[in-house]
């Protein structure tokens, strides 16, 4: 299983800094099979210690340059960053992310030969016009997206399950991650949506799920580690 937690704009430098050496131990006893992921806010991204990948969050598709407020490449490759989420549904809605964009920077990525954690997800009101609607939009958010690359890992988060409390229910899970596996290729498939301890193993144990991309509950590193080992 993979287990990514997604501090968005949560935590400082310091406070990253004493999450990751908790988590370095509360971990150690994790199945060596499961990995973790943990993408920080940019100015808190450094080189940890510990059973565990960091990522970013968001990266713009340049080495370097004229890009005022972004971070590019050289700015990942300081401390050893290979790994990137691209297509969240925050980024899509409020920093007006079209599939195009979406699609440039996986592909530069890519091309970096970063791993890549592909997010798709369907607003409320697509879920509500019913599943083919549902799939006729999720599909559509793989336009220009290279399915076959081997360092994707994808992740369905409806939106109206993101930091909602409500997570989607096991039928809608399982009917979306059966239908997107077989788009995919078997790729890695997450879940996220309002992942959290008490709900964790029935998430994990759905067919199709590989893992879980965990916003509000993975915050807490008690909450985020006790997922882990679930
Ligand atoms: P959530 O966020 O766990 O707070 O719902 C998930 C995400 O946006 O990755």
């Given at each position: ?77 300081e ?27 996986f592909a ?123």
């Amino acid at each position: 299983m993979i287990f990514a937690a997604n501090f968005k704009t949560n935590h400082t430098r310091a406070s990253t800094r004493i999450y990751m050496e908790a988590l370095k131990e509360k971990i150690v006893s994790k199945k060596a099979e499961d990995s973790v992921y943990i993408f920080p806010p940019s100015t808190a991204l450094d080189a940890f210690e510990g059973n565990f990948t960091v990522g970013a969050q968001n990266a713009y598709p340049a080495q370097n340059g004229a890009y005022t407020g972004e971070i590019g490449v050289e700015q990942l490759e300081e401390f050893g960053i290979q790994t990137i989420l691209v297509g969240h549904s925050e980024r899509r809605e409020m920093m007006a992310e079209t599939q195009e964009k979406v699609a440039q920077k996986f592909a530069f990525f890519k091309e970096q030969g970063f791993e890549i954690i592909y997010c798709i997800g369907e607003p409320l009101h697509i879920r509500e016009k019913g599943f083919e609607s549902v799939m006729q939009y999720l599909l559509a958010q793989f336009e220009g997206i290279d399915i076959a690359y081997d360092k994707m890992i994808v992740a369905y988060e409806p939106i109206w399950a993101i930091g909602t409390g409500r997570s989607a229910t096991v039928d809608e899970i399982s009917s979306t991650h059966r239908a997107l596996k077989k788009a995919i290729n078997d790729k890695p498939l997450l879940y996220g949506g309002s992942a959290k301890p008490a709900n964790i193993k029935e998430i994990i144990s759905i067919a199709g799920v590989d893992g879980v991309l965990v916003g509000s509950a993975a915050l807490d590193v008690e909450k985020f580690s006790e997922m882990v080992l679930s």
